[in-house]
């Protein structure tokens, strides 16, 4: 099966987005590392793989872009640079930066949301690089992006809704806050809580067909506790923003 032009993996082979890295990587110098959401991926982030595949490499180089591709030239140190899967890409510090400055807050976000969460990275961590790389171009957008991040986050969709209602203009929801009841009982933990106002926001994925009854059964027990709740879906989130924000926003208001 062909990638790019010149470059081959074998037709049936069992992970052919892997062998496909390990061909493309072939193309480059040794120097060179993955880089971008190719990296993310490499590292496990929840992301798909992009299209481009992003490779980086020293500025210095002079390498031809293969057909389908995303060269970047840029500095890249070998503290910046790990192997993972067997192949060169950048740490995840490095990688978090260079989305940070190439897609939308939401996305970079979602892309730093996942990695807290999965304890690839913490907090700190990227407070601490965006110090020590203070001249570096996009530093801002990065520093941005983190004070935005939420650790406790569980999935993108939960991400982007979050982000949707703060850049509604609304105040910032909390995550997976643990409700009890007037008796000190667990009742459950909506995905963002405003919790002035007593209102929980769910993100509601295809996995909820498939614990309808838990999930009524805890939405019962929040309703009980006082807890309003409103849910909304990923045609909501996506097609629809300005409402979502509209009906948050009237709920916060009553």
Not at 27 to 52: E, I, K, N
Not at 145 to 174: C, D, N, T, W, Y
Request: proline fraction near 5%; charge should be positive; glycine fraction near 6%.
């Amino acid at each position: 099966m062909r990638v790019t032009r010149g470059t081959y993996v074998r037709a049936g082979t069992s992970d052919v987005t892997l062998s496909t890295l390990v061909a493309v990587s072939k193309r480059f110098p040794a120097s060179a590392a993955f880089s971008g959401m190719t990296a993310a991926w490499l590292h496990r982030v929840d992301v798909p793989l992009c299209d481009p595949i992003e490779v980086t490499v020293p500025r210095h180089l002079g390498v031809s872009r293969p057909r389908g591709m995303r060269v970047r030239r840029a500095l890249l140190s070998d503290a910046e640079v790990v192997r993972l899967r067997g192949l060169r890409a950048t740490t995840i510090l490095r990688t978090i930066a260079d989305i940070s400055a190439e897609v939308s807050l939401t996305e970079a976000v979602v892309v730093a949301d996942a990695a807290l969460h999965s304890r690839l990275v913490t907090l700190d961590e990227p407070n601490a690089w965006a110090s020590t790389h203070a001249g570096r171009p996009g530093v801002r957008r990065v520093r941005r992006v983190i004070s935005l991040a939420e650790p406790k986050a569980e999935s993108q969709m939960e991400s982007r809704l979050r982000m949707l209602l703060f850049l509604g203009g609304l105040p910032r929801p909390k995550p997976q806050v643990s409700i009890y009841d007037s008796a000190g009982r667990f009742v459950g933990r909506p995905d963002l809580y405003y919790e002035a106002s007593r209102l929980g926001v769910e993100y509601e994925g295809g996995t909820h067909r498939n614990s309808l009854v838990e999930d009524n059964h805890r939405q019962n027990n929040l309703l009980g506790a006082g807890v309003r709740l409103l849910r909304f879906t990923a045609a909501d989130v996506l097609q629809n923003p300005d409402a979502v924000v509209q009906y948050v926003k009237a709920m916060l208001t009553n």
